[in-house]
């Protein structure tokens, strides 16, 4: 396992996400606890000792099965990271008996990473209000009382909104988040953010380094200028190569779903690997005729599900919509995948209230691309 600095620490290079746990069925809220304790244990034992968890993953059955995996271990031997829930605004307010919660269901007495979860335009104006909400005071005296070693943040906002985040608070701040890769470097202009968190001198996480599936999910014709370079290497590969090459760059997030992912990318993060200047611009022109052909850029975080009065499978449904704008010439997939689900589920049953949006860390406009999947799809 490749390690890098941060403020004397060796941390891995590949961080365990448990955003994507392996779940029973189908249902995201039932993690298979077995299976993830046999994860837990091959990423332990092969080097990887920084955990990624949050409040809303898994419905709040991450940070309890992940809790009971790492409570095996001596607590030195890894490094745990949580975050304060602020996608969902009516959670401010509310940080001391979420923090709480959170200890208890990790079963430790302290975060050695802890951030503000999901900073956007959605939300910052009450990170901002310290005096009103307290959020930043409070979660500034747990670092004071040891309960938090690095205090940092989590951005999927825009760089203004990133901007305002770091002149109230850069200074109290270790550490950021952010979700980078090939697709988003301008997509979601990930290029400024890197740069301006190199200037302050502030460790960078990667979130999204797949870019929820969709960079390894790509057909011989996305392949091909790729494997003219490197003939033998696969999607994966190429898309962490691209992250780890990126001067500042810490450890990398990935969200594993079972055991052949993890081996995988345990043996990717054994080995160092730097692209060439031809391989980056290669990557960089797959990325941006990839946000060109996709509908909305939704990473399956599953936010939106939770708020949802009539229980759409909002990251599926978003998905076969992104299919189908995307592949015209298979154009018959969106629709037998709608047929197999009852009438209630389809896109046209949502009732666009815009509770999902509300907690949208893409900032998606969920009940417009609905509305028009659903006239896409004849409903």
């Known amino acids: 396992m490749q390690y890098y600095d ?85 959670n401010f307010g509310k940080h001391e008996q979420i923090f709480a919660e959170q200890l208890e269901r990790c079963g430790v007495d302290y975060f050695d990473f802890y951030l503000m979860h999901n900073v956007c335009e959605l939300n910052i104006e009450q990170y901002l209000d310290d005096e009103k909400f307290g959020t930043l005071s409070f979660f500034r005296r747990q670092v004071e009382e040891g309960r938090i070693k690095h205090l940092g943040f989590s951005v999927h906002g825009n760089l203004e909104t990133f901007m305002r985040f770091l002149e109230a608070y850069g200074d109290i701040v270790e550490f950021c988040q952010i979700q980078l890769n090939y697709m988003d470097w301008d997509f979601q202009n990930a290029r400024g953010k890197v740069e301006e968190l190199r200037r302050r001198g502030l460790a960078i996480m990667v979130m999204e380094p797949l870019r929820g599936g ?46 052949e992912q993890l081996r995988e990318n345990v043996a990717l993060f054994e080995r160092e690997d730097e692209l060439s200047a031809d391989e980056e611009a290669a990557l960089l022109a797959l990325g941006r005729k990839l946000a060109s052909a996709k509908g909305v850029p939704c990473t399956a975080c599953h936010y939106c599900v939770s708020h949802c009065p009539i229980e759409l499978d909002i990251p599926r449904l978003l998905e076969l919509y992104n299919e189908h704008l995307s592949r015209p010439d298979f154009a018959f997939i969106a629709p037998m995948a709608l047929g197999a689900m009852p009438a209630d589920k389809h896109p046209s049953a949502c009732i666009g209230c815009g509770a999902c949006a509300s907690v949208c860390p893409q900032q998606i406009d969920i009940p417009e691309a609905l509305a028009d999947f659903a006239r896409l799809m004849g409903e």
């Open 6 to 90: 941060f403020n004397g620490l060796q941390l891995s290079a590949l961080g365990f996400g448990a955003m994507r746990l392996p779940v029973i069925d189908g249902d995201d809220a039932r993690v298979d606890e077995p299976l993830t304790l046999q994860m837990v244990e091959y990423a332990h034992d092969h080097g990887i000792n920084y955990y990624d968890t949050a409040w809303g993953y898994h419905g709040g059955n991450s940070e309890r099965v992940l809790g009971r995996a790492l409570a095996r271990y001596p607590r030195e031997s890894f490094y745990l990271a949580d975050k304060f829930p602020g996608y969902d605004v009516s």
């Open 214 to 259: 969709i960079l390894i999910s790509l057909d011989d014709e996305d392949m091909r200028p790729l494997r003219a370079l490197r003939p033998d290497a696969n999607a994966i590969e190429w898309a962490f190569a691209y992250v780890r090459g990126i001067q500042g760059v810490g450890t990398v997030l990935s969200g594993m779903s079972n055991m």
